[in-house]
């Protein structure tokens, strides 16, 4: 692959494959993925253990102030894992108590004003892959490669009940899908940043495609960029 380093950008709906195709490109390009999402969830599982007020002001800039962000590579993942204040928060913050209430938290002015920062000094040296809701609209506007990623409902909420199902057997079907719903409806019409498709972002819908058939899409265009740099 090229060693034209780019940044790719990956929007869209919760449960639609972002973070699975964008582990892929990273292991393929030799890039990094970042996924922002976790920074939210960190975030998120800060306020709920110490009782933050998400409605107070002066208690989430306080709290904010408090909280350390990083990502430690996990080579048995392939992936980074994200660490709050020093403690591995990986295993905490997909629980259905942070995925009711991240969407509350992300959609906070301050939150998300610290999010951004550290997402836009991680894409410094490029050869990053980010998936998010964001991340083409506002963090990285001028990425090289844009993907908005979409999957029909149905197929999203089935797809992300299996994932849960594996550690969790009491999860319904109908508690992922009011999660989702929810999220979906708080992310796309929250007023700082809500999530849309950057104009110049390619839609990808992959309702009915393999993660292979994706991943060889993504890669082509990954080449083409790469290839367009360079002319
Ligand atoms: O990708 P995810 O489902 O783990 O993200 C969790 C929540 O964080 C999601 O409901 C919306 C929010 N989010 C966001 O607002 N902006 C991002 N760049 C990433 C996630």
Redo the contacts with the bound molecule.
């Keep these: 692959m090229s060693a034209h380093k780019i940044i790719i950008a990956i929007d869209g709906y919760?449960?639609c494959g972002?973070?699975t195709l964008a582990k892929a490109l990273a292991v393929k390009l030799g890039y990094n993925y970042i996924?922002?999402?976790?920074?939210?969830?960190a975030i998120t599982l800060y306020f709920l253990r110490n009782n933050v007020a998400m409605t107070n002001h002066a208690e989430v800039i306080e709290a904010i102030s408090n909280i350390n962000l990083s990502f430690v590579f996990n080579e048995h993942r392939q992936a980074s894992d994200i660490y709050l204040n020093d403690e591995n928060a990986e295993p905490y913050i997909r629980d259905m108590l942070v995925s009711d209430r991240?969407?509350e938290v992300?959609?906070i002015k301050e939150v998300?004003t610290f999010?951004v920062a550290q997402q836009q000094q991680m894409g410094k040296k490029k050869g990053i892959v980010m998936?998010?809701?964001?991340?083409g609209t506002t963090?990285f506007p001028d990425a090289e490669l844009k993907l908005f990623m979409t999957a029909d409902p149905e197929v999203r909420v089935m797809r992300r009940f299996k994932e849960l199902y594996e550690t969790n057997h009491a999860i319904t079907i109908e508690e992922v899908r009011h999660n989702l719903e929810l999220?979906d409806y708080?992310?796309t019409t929250r007023e700082e940043?809500p999530?849309r498709k950057a104009e110049d972002a390619t839609l990808l819908d992959n309702s009915l495609m393999s993660r292979e058939e994706q991943l060889e899409m993504v890669l082509e265009m990954v080449k083409d960029c790469a290839t367009n740099k360079k002319q």
């Excluded at 996924?35 to 969830?41: F, H, V």
């Excluded at 998936?131 to 991340?135: A, M, P, V």
């Design positions: 919760s449960s972002k973070s996924d922002s999402g976790a920074m939210y969830r991240v969407s992300a959609a998300r999010a998936d998010g809701r964001d991340i963090v999220r708080i992310d940043s999530l």
